[in-house]
């Protein structure tokens, strides 16, 4: 357990300290503000003020006051042009790799997404699972509605239509196959199991709505589903552009061999009306039974039923093809 426990919290480690470097330059600037200019500044305020590496070291927070290099260095940094355009641009590399918006709903959490969507659209229920989806969607008052077979191509979000059809899958397996999921909350059993544990200590689905001290940890569930590991973005961006893929070649192929088979119906006509052109009896016309639709008979005119190919009716089709006076074979000689 220890070994796990470490795992986690480095893991969680790895997004907190990030984080408290961005939120300690925007502390700075409020108190910057309240102590000196003796004004009030708001978070979102202070994300777009610059303060002067003097003024940033005026204000230092209360877990490096006696880390006096320290704070000197990330002041230093702040006040860096080329250390923001760099940060600028792992920014923008870390978006590109995204298949879309993370989702609509803003800094509202999903419970106050679906009020906000209900009263948007007349009162309609809408739960969480439900909300989950639209959120990845559009805003609350725009027009959108959660269908389960929707393709990927509705959301947002590549990723979320992976999510909503095993998170589907996994419930009717569980509540029978007539389970609607639009109409219930998210079950945080299903969702610790089927999306392989809480990744980076978040849940697959639903992280702000699910109770984590009525939720089961994995080692402590073994009812069905199984527990399955959790793809990542790019395991299904690679499944994606595979899928994409085959489907074009599939749909090349086709069209491959349409081409084909229309260049060879075409040279069969032309061999066939050359052939009636000397006089000489065409082939059958289910001679090429691998074309599909067959092979047009000469001149576009079908045979009647029991005609024979060289169009002489009630003789055999022999006699219809006499040896050639000028042929070099002649008939054996009589034993």
């Given at each position: 357990?220890?070994?796990?426990?470490?795992?986690?919290?480095?893991?969680?480690?790895?997004?907190?300290?990030?984080?408290?470097?961005?939120?300690?330059?925007?502390?700075?600037?409020?108190?910057?503000?309240?102590?000196?200019?003796?004004?009030?500044?708001?978070?979102?305020?202070?994300?777009?003020?610059?303060?002067?590496?003097?003024?940033?070291?005026?204000?230092?927070?209360?877990?490096?006051?006696?880390?006096?290099?320290?704070?000197?260095?990330?002041?230093?940094?702040?006040?860096?042009?080329?250390?923001?355009?760099?940060?600028?641009?792992?920014?923008?590399?870390?978006?590109?790799?995204?298949?879309?918006?993370?989702?609509?709903?803003?800094?509202?959490?999903?419970?106050?997404?679906?009020?906000?969507?209900?009263?948007?659209?007349?009162?309609?229920?809408?739960?969480?699972?439900?909300?989950?989806a639209l959120a990845h969607k559009g805003k609350t008052e725009s027009?959108?509605?959660?269908?389960?077979?929707?393709?990927?191509?509705?959301?947002?979000?590549?990723?979320?239509?992976?999510?909503?059809?095993?998170?589907?899958?996994?419930?009717?397996?569980?509540?029978?196959?007539?389970?609607?999921?639009?109409?219930?909350?998210?079950?945080?059993?299903?969702?610790?199991?089927?999306?392989?544990?809480?990744?980076?200590?978040?849940?697959?689905?639903?992280?702000?709505?699910?109770?984590?001290a009525s939720t089961p940890t994995l080692s402590s569930t073994d009812s069905a589903p199984p527990i399955r590991p959790q793809p990542t973005?790019?395991?299904?961006?690679?499944?994606?552009?595979?899928?994409?893929?085959?489907?074009?070649?599939?749909?090349?192929?086709?069209?491959?061999?349409?081409?084909?088979?229309?260049?060879?119906?075409?040279?069969?006509?032309?061999?066939?009306?050359?052939?009636?052109?000397?006089?000489?009896?065409?082939?059958?016309?289910?001679?090429?039974?691998?074309?599909?639709?067959?092979?047009?008979?000469?001149?576009?005119?079908?045979?009647?039923?029991?005609?024979?190919?060289?169009?002489?009716?009630?003789?055999?089709?022999?006699?219809?093809?006499?040896?050639?006076?000028?042929?070099?074979?002649?008939?054996?000689?009589?034993?």
């Amino acid at each position: 357990m220890e070994e796990v426990a470490a795992r986690v919290v480095n893991k969680v480690c790895q997004k907190l300290v990030p984080d408290m470097w961005y939120e300690a330059r925007i502390q700075a600037v409020i108190t910057y503000h309240t102590q000196v200019h003796k004004t009030t500044v708001n978070k979102a305020q202070a994300r777009t003020m610059q303060l002067t590496r003097a003024q940033y070291l005026l204000v230092p927070p209360s877990w490096l006051a006696t880390h006096h290099a320290t704070w000197e260095f990330m002041a230093r940094r702040w006040c860096d042009p080329e250390w923001w355009e760099q940060t600028h641009k792992d920014a923008r590399e870390r978006r590109l790799k995204m298949a879309g918006p993370a989702h609509h709903q803003g800094s509202q959490s999903l419970n106050q997404y679906a009020k906000k969507w209900s009263a948007a659209h007349g009162g309609q229920p809408c739960g969480q699972f439900m909300a989950f989806a639209l959120a990845h969607k559009g805003k609350t008052e725009s027009e959108v509605s959660f269908n389960p077979e929707d393709p990927p191509s509705a959301y947002s979000n590549a990723t979320v239509h992976s999510r909503i059809s095993q998170y589907t899958a996994a419930a009717r397996q569980v509540h029978g196959e007539d389970w609607d999921p639009s109409t219930h909350d998210l079950d945080g059993e299903l969702v610790m199991r089927v999306g392989g544990g809480k990744k980076h200590g978040r849940y697959w689905i639903g992280d702000s709505t699910i109770d984590t001290a009525s939720t089961p940890t994995l080692s402590s569930t073994d009812s069905a589903p199984p527990i399955r590991p959790q793809p990542t973005a790019t395991q299904i961006q690679i499944e994606q552009v595979q899928a994409s893929m085959e489907a074009k070649m599939e749909e090349k192929l086709r069209e491959e061999r349409e081409r084909y088979e229309a260049l060879m119906r075409s040279q069969m006509q032309a061999m066939f009306t050359y052939i009636q052109s000397t006089g000489a009896p065409p082939p059958p016309p289910d001679l090429f039974p691998g074309l599909a639709g067959g092979v047009p008979p000469p001149g576009g005119i079908t045979p009647p039923s029991g005609a024979s190919p060289a169009g002489t009716p009630n003789q055999s089709e022999a006699s219809n093809f006499p040896i050639s006076p000028t042929s070099p074979w002649t008939a054996l000689p009589p034993q």
